[in-house]
C-alpha cells in the first residue's frame, strides 16, 4: 500500500476530495515525524508505537573491498507493533 492508496481511501470513507485527504494525512505524518524527532514516543492504540533508538558507533567492512571502514553513531526509527495488530496477524 502507497501513500496515495492511503489518500484514496481517506477521500472515499470519509467524503473528502484526494487533495483534502491527502492534506489531512500530510499533516498527521508531519506530526509523527516531528515528535519522534523531538525524542517522544508515538502510541496508536491497537496498531503499534514508534519510537527511536540509539545504535553506538561500530567497525564495519566494506563488502566489495572487504576494508574496515567506520560507522558512526546514529538515531534510527523503531516500531514496536500493539497487542491488537499482532493478534490479527497471527489469527491463522
Known sequence: MTKADIVRILAEQ??????????ALAVVLDGVVESIRAGEKVELRGFGSFRTRRRQ????RNPRTGAKVKVGAKVVPYFKPGKQLREILNSD
Open 57 to 60: 558507533a561500530r567497525q564495519g
Open 14 to 23: 470519509v467524503g473528502l476530495t484526494r487533495r483534502e485527504a491527502a492534506q
